[in-house]
T-cell receptor, first 115, second 112 residues
Framework: GAVVSQHPSRVICKSGTSVKIECRSL??????MFWYRQFPKQSLMLMAT?????????EQGVEKDKFLINHASLTLSTLTVTSAHPEDSSFYIC???????????FGSGTQLSVL | RKEVEQDPGPFNVPEGATVAFNCTYS??????FFWYRQDCRKEPKLLMS???SGNEDGRFTAQLNRASQYISLLIRDSKLSDSATYLC?????????????FGQGTILTVHP
């Protein structure tokens, strides 16, 4: 079946550094990828929709200059958390949609801890 | 008001019990609905889609009532391995296919 690979699975970094998270669709082309964030004991919250070859669409309240999204190819989207702060510590998950098909495939998530 | 609301639980049930989860959604434009399960610090996994006619997959039965914007999940003969967080999910509707709104999840613990 379709697989979405996300890495790293865990990152611990110092405050002020930038962290890049990659999301790859391994055996299908993903026109659209989604980035979610999940704080402890809360549900997944959509951060942004990443469209190949165009600018990402951010949800209300998500800073586009802080969470940089690049979807340069049909199989890769990256999320960069710039100048990370402790409040950015969270579980970040990507998902990808096979072109023309609504079914979503999720990456395994990245646990970000900012010290 | 949250777009998708669930009773967070937790539900603690013995093996073999039947347990039901409820969910309501506020976006009347939503057209697709799902139940996902999520284990601690793992990605959510699709459990089943939910159709207006109701659908069943083994021990799991899902129901959708569009008029009242209500979704349910019934788990029969609970297993220890059913312990997880169950997420009620609706799509955003319209042209936003694939854009999903998640409920906060209902925690289920099945004990021996």
């Amino acid at each position: 079946g379709a697989v979405v690979s996300q890495h790293p699975s865990r990152v611990i970094c110092k405050s002020g550094t930038s962290v890049k998270i990659e999301c790859r669709s391994l055996d299908f082309q993903a026109t659209t990828m989604f980035w979610y964030r999940q704080f402890p004991k809360q549900s997944l919250m959509l951060m942004a929709t990443s469209n190949e070859g165009s600018k990402a669409t951010y949800e209300q309240g998500v800073e586009k200059d802080k969470f940089l999204i690049n979807h340069a190819s049909l199989t890769l989207s990256t999320l960069t958390v710039t100048s990370a702060h402790p409040e950015d510590s969270s579980f970040y998950i990507c998902s990808a949609s096979r072109t023309g098909n609504e079914k979503l495939f999720f990456g395994s998530g990245t646990q970000l801890s900012v010290l | 008001r949250k777009e998708v609301e669930q009773d967070p639980g937790p539900f603690n049930v013995p093996e073999g019990a039947t347990v039901a989860f409820n969910c309501t959604y506020s976006n009347s434009a939503s057209q697709s609905f799902f139940w996902y399960r999520q284990d601690c610090r793992k990605e959510p996994k699709l459990l089943m889609s939910v159709y207006s006619s109701g659908n069943e997959d083994g021990r799991f039965t899902a129901q959708l009532n569009r008029a009242s914007q209500y979704i349910s999940l019934l788990i029969r003969d609970s297993k220890l391995s059913d312990s997880a967080t169950y997420l009620c999910v609706a799509n955003a509707g319209g042209t936003s296919y694939g854009k999903l709104t998640f409920g906060q999840g209902t925690i289920l613990t099945v004990h021996p």
